[in-house]
C-alpha cells in the first residue's frame, strides 16, 4: 500500500469526471518540509507557526522568525504556503510568556484574542513574514476569529507593517493575501460579511467540530460520540462552501476531517475542492479521489443531507464501497 501511495507522487489529484481537486499538507516545522515534496501535495494549507514558539525556551525573535518563513517559502518553491498567526495562549501555553489561569482554555483569552490584545507580538511576526516574502506571494491566515471586526483590526496590522517597511525602502511581498480560519460557529451568521472581505477562507474542522459539538477535541471519552458526518456538521460545512462560492472567496478545509478518505469523500460530495492534512493522509485521500466519480456522489448526497437521518456515515461508507471508491 506504501509504495503503491508512492507511485502516486506524482500522479495530479483528478476525479474519474475530470474535476481537479488541490490536494494540501499541514506542517508546522523545519523536520516535515521534506515531507511536503515526498507526499506529492499541491502546497502547505496550514502552517503551524506556534510550534517554532512551543519548541522554543524563550521567544523566538524576529530574525528566527523570518529565516523559518524563508526556509518553508524556499522548500515549497512555486508551490503555495498558507501561514497561520500565533495560535497560543488557553492549554498552548508558552512557558516565557506570562499568562493567566483560566477556568476554560480552549474558550479563553488565545489566537486572535490575545494578539489583537496585545499587538507587539503579532506585530513582530507579521513583519518578520513581510520581510521573507518579500518579492514573492504572502498568504496569511488568523486562527479564531469570532467577529469580522477582529479581522479588520488584523488586516490594518498587515497594511500598517508593509507600509513601516516600504517607508523603510524595505523589499515587501508582490502579493499579500489574508484569510480567516472558520473554527468558532459564531461565524457562520457572518458568512456574507466575512466573505466580502478576506481573500480566502479556511475551516478548521477540530475547532468547529468541538465547539459545534461541545465536546472538548482532547476528551477521549467523547471522542466517538458525536460524528461529523451527521446532517447538523455536514450542513454547516456545506453552507461555508456556499458562501464563499457566493462571494467568489477560494476556501480550504484544514482540520483532520480532510485527512480520513471517507471524510474527504463526504467534503468532496458538499463542494469542497481544497483540503489539506497530514502529509501521511495524502496517498490514501489521492489514491479515493482517483477512483471518484465526483458527479454522481453529488447528486446523491446534496439531497441526503437534507433527510433527518441519523445513519450518513454508514450511508456514505456503503456508497463508497458499492461504487469501487
Ligand atoms: C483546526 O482547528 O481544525 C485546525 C486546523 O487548527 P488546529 O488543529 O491547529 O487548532
Ligand atoms: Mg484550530
Redesign the pocket.
Known amino acids: 500500500r506504501q509504495e503503491q501511495y508512492r507511485q502516486l507522487k506524482d500522479t495530479p489529484a483528478v476525479t474519474l469526471d475530470g474535476q481537479a481537486i488541490s490536494i494540501l499538507v499541514?506542517a508546522g516545522l523545519l523536520v516535515d518540509l521534506p515531507h511536503v515534496a515526498e507526499a506529492g501535495a499541491a502546497g502547505i494549507g496550514?502552517f503551524?507557526t506556534e510550534l517554532q514558539f512551543m519548541v522554543a525556551e524563550t521567544l523566538p525573535r524576529i530574525r528566527e522568525q523570518q529565516l523559518l518563513y524563508r526556509s518553508v517559502l524556499d522548500a515549497a518553491g512555486s508551490l503555495p504556503v498558507t501561514f497561520?498567526s500565533l495560535?497560543v495562549g488557553g492549554d498552548k501555553v508558552l512557558p516565557y510568556l506570562r499568562s493567566t489561569q483560566e477556568e476554560n482554555p480552549a474558550l479563553g483569552w488565545r489566537a486572535i484574542r490575545m494578539a489583537l490584545d496585545r499587538p507587539a507580538l503579532l506585530r513582530t511576526q507579521i513583519r518578520g513574514l513581510l520581510h521573507a516574502a518579500a518579492g514573492r506571494e504572502m498568504r496569511l491566515m488568523f486562527?479564531m476569529i469570532t467577529e469580522v471586526n477582529e479581522f479588520d483590526r488584523a488586516r490594518d496590522l498587515v497594511d500598517r507593517e508593509r507600509r513601516h517597511l516600504e517607508r523603510h525602502g524595505h523589499a515587501v511581498p508582490d502579493k499579500i493575501l489574508l484569510g480567516a480560519?472558520v473554527?468558532v460557529p459564531s461565524l457562520l451568521w457572518q458568512l456574507e460579511e466575512l466573505v466580502a472581505r478576506v481573500d480566502f477562507l479556511s475551516?478548521?474542522?477540530?475547532?468547529?467540530m468541538?465547539f459545534l459539538f461541545a465536546i472538548d477535541r482532547t476528551n477521549s471519552q467523547l471522542a466517538e460520540r458525536f460524528d461529523p458526518l451527521s446532517p447538523g456538521p455536514m450542513r454547516a460545512l456545506r453552507r461555508i462552501v456556499e458562501a464563499a462560492e457566493e462571494g467568489g472567496v477560494p476556501v480550504t478545509l484544514?482540520?483532520?476531517l480532510a485527512g480520513d478518505p471517507l471524510s474527504a469523500m463526504a467534503l468532496l460530495g458538499i463542494g469542497y475542492r481544497s483540503i489539506s492534512m497530514a502529509p501521511a493522509a495524502v496517498g490514501p485521500v489521492k489514491a479515493m479521489v482517483l477512483s471518484l466519480d465526483l458527479g454522481a456522489l453529488e447528486s446523491w448526497l446534496r439531497p441526503e443531507l437534507h433527510k433527518p437521518h441519523t445513519g450518513l456515515r454508514k450511508e456514505l461508507s456503503a456508497y463508497a464501497q458499492s461504487h469501487g471508491v
Open positions: 499541514n496550514l503551524r497561520r495560535d486562527p480560519m473554527e475551516v478548521g474542522s477540530n475547532d468547529l468541538q484544514c482540520g483532520e
